[in-house]
């Protein structure tokens, strides 16, 4: 894995942002404050039964020793307990997955919609996405007889949208908006499942020693501000291990089923593309013990670098065998691939060749090219101006209306910038970057610019034409075609005691991403075979850090407490 684990509280320097809406951090003195709270059992205590829990049901993180690069296993980073959630938008997040998941494979087929978006600007600034989209192009567009079981093949999608609550001003409720939506490698279904059931366990076992502090932060996210006024439903079940497997599966089983003449099913697997030196192998571990447990369907393990010199593809069927063991390889899940890093060889190396190779198989891939494209953040942007979501559903306003609902403010910092994205750029060199994010194309967290950075990075890369110095004369420098602008999303801030390593790193105010699992399988003529809400995760950090993965050090894992 290209990020470490950190123990330490990644705790940035205070943004603009943070000013705007200020927390009261306080990682010292956490017994005294903690204590005041949760006066009828002592934080030990808890934690104990937290670490404990979490050892005995896989709530863990690879980790590796620095003499002899050997490794052991260690508690994941995770809240305490977990955070009061508005049901109504736990549920609006669960079933509008559906109509989320269907959208990317309707991107994924509309090779002008991702050469307009991708192409020109994004790819010349970002190698990387230029070269998903020529792979892509190379297979699925151009008439290419070596790509046709590509073509002929089905797509597995295993997303995850996640979502942060924001309210326009402090008199309006909280609305559940879009953060992004990952199509590749989406992680923490695994963990996710086993913390739902650690928090279910905290919260049931320990109800009268928690309840105060439960409601303490059920009256934050409540609709009427301050009013516990529904009745907490408590941690729902998380289907996420059972949803997810059964989406492998169902594509497993129709890859026996269209191939049946020539396949010994008997030696079918799933490969899963991992990193090298991956940390969260547990979480992935879980999915692979539940293929096997529950379907008895194997999966073995490769990175892409491994990979390349085991790839046997039969050009004409599209089978591919690993030459190592003498698999057929039916189905293909990446937990790796989305950044440059984990193509270490280059650009025309053997990392990318394999990736080639794999596509061009009737195997199904989770993700195809396409299906990676259709997540890029620049992609949630176009999908956010007026009539594209249209494009995609020509007759279902229900749909465009409830996926709509989900969007922020997002803007092109390209040439295809309109004058409103201009004036939102205009904006953060006015001074109000604490409202706005700017956004590269790359995955898995830290690569984000917020308040004083983000107002550096437009000054540096903007200029005016002629001496008034508003939008209509803003010129964006051709570097900023690879990011996005979005608007800033200011979530509830509720306590939090975070753990790290299984040891308490501190209690404060905290802020909350819920991610919504959605799996769909499609066949190559665009029939929807399976579509479906897979689960859900919830990410807590400390609400004066900026970034938000869990993999990358910021966040830890959680569960929403719906109330
Ligand atoms: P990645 O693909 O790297 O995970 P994200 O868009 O999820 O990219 O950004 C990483 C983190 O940055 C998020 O988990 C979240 O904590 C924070 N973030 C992203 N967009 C916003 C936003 N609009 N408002 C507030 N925080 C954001
Ligand atoms: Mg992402
Ligand atoms: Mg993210």
Known sequence: ATFAWTTTNKVQSTSAAAAASPPQISTTSTEVSIQAIMSDIPLDTLAAHANSYASANGIQVERRRDDDNSSFFECAPMSLLPNAYPKDAFQQAHDVAPAFNELIDRVSRDPAFLQDTLGGGVSNMDPYTGKLLQLYQQVYVNEDTSSKPAKAADRLGIHRSDYMLHRPTEQDPYQLKQVELNTIAASFAGLSCKIASLHQYLTTRFATETSDWMEANQKIVSPDNNEATTVAVGVPENPALQRIPLAMKTAFDRYAQRFVDTVNKKNLVILFVVQDGETNTVDQRLLEFALWETHGIPVTRRSLTKLHSDLELNQESGAMILRSTGQEVAVVYFRAGYAPTDYPDGDEGIEWHARLLLE????????????????????????????????????????????????????????????????????????????????????????????????KKLKENTSHKGSDKDASTLQLGENLAEYILMERLFPPQQRAILLRGGKVEGSGDSVSELGCYGCILVDHEGKVLHNEYAGFLLRTKFSNVDEGGVASGFATLSSPYLC
Do not use: I
Not at 419 to 428: C, F, I, K, S
């Open 360 to 455: 061009q198989s009737r195997a199904a891939k989770c993700p195809s090219l396409g299906y990676h494209l259709a997540g890029t953040k620049k992609v949630q942007q176009e999908l956010a101006r007026p009539g594209v979501l249209e494009r995609f559903y020509p007759d279902d306003k229900q749909k465009v209306e409830a996926m709509r609902l989900c969007f922020a403010g997002l803007y092109s910092m390209g040439d295809d910038a309109t004058p409103e994205d201009l004036q939102a750029a205009q904006n953060v060199l006015d001074g109000k970057e604490a409202f706005y994010v700017l956004k590269p194309q790359r995955e898995g967290g830290g690569y984000n610019f917020y308040g004083k950075d983000l107002a």
